[in-house]
């Protein structure tokens, strides 16, 4: 079993991780800036700014990250940052990371520009480039030596559409997945089942990755 850390492990995204991997018998620390209103069974939790997340890196086998670009994480390059920060603790400390980024990241078709850099309604914009900023940074300067996957969900992500768990989804690469109908979906469940599946079972390194039905 592994000791994994979540940082951001109170939000849609992180719950989810850090509830399946507890299921699974992983050891799971979450680190966000308050305590949840339901705590998931076998989960520690810590609390703090996101400046000081990386107190729960020290002994860890996996960092995941699942922050998003709002509130005081907001502004061009914050998060970035930040991320750079917990990469260069994971680094040192031989723990494999694993980012949780932005479906914005992917390509439509192989080598078309990423969605991110086409038109974005505003409202997303901000936190679409950002997420972009920190896989390219990953891809072209991550610490020599961090075990790194960046993973970016289907397009119909998010607490808005929740999902159950089906136990089935496919993973692929920086081209974005599709079904027959032209939609792009996953639910909060199955995502955390393929990270946490990922985590034991790790077959991808230094790369970017994407899930969806």
Do not use: C
């Not at 940082?7 to 800036?33: K, M, P």
């Not at 900023?133 to 119909?156: K, N, Q, Y």
């Not at 995502?191 to 899930?211: C, G, K, M, W, Y």
């Amino acid at each position: 079993m592994s000791t994994i850390a979540v940082i951001g492990g109170t939000g849609y995204t992180g719950t989810n991780i850090a509830r399946e991997a507890a299921s699974r018998g992983h050891g799971v620390v979450s680190w966000s800036r308050h305590l949840p209103a339901a705590p998931v069974g076998g989960v520690r939790y810590e609390t703090g700014a996101a400046a000081d997340a990386a107190a729960i890196i020290p002994g860890a086998d996996v960092v995941v990250l699942t922050l998003s670009p709002r509130g005081e994480l907001a502004g061009k390059g914050t998060q970035l940052g930040l991320y750079q920060e917990y990469a260069a603790s994971a680094a040192e400390t031989g723990a494999r990371l694993i980012v949780v980024g932005g479906f914005s990241s992917l390509r439509p078709a192989p080598d078309e520009p990423r969605f991110a850099e086409g038109e974005i309604p505003e409202q997303f914009r901000e936190e679409a480039l950002e997420g972009e900023s920190i896989r390219a940074w990953l891809a072209g300067s991550a610490p020599e030596g961090l075990d790194w996957v960046f993973v970016s969900p289907a397009g119909g992500y998010g607490s808005w559409a929740a999902g159950e768990k089906a136990g089935v989804y496919r993973v692929g690469g920086e081209v974005a997945l599709f079904d027959a109908e032209g939609r792009s979906e996953i639910s909060g469940p199955d995502f955390a089942d393929a990270i946490v599946n990922e985590i034991e079972h790790p077959e991808h390194h230094r790369t970017h990755l994407s899930v969806a039905y």
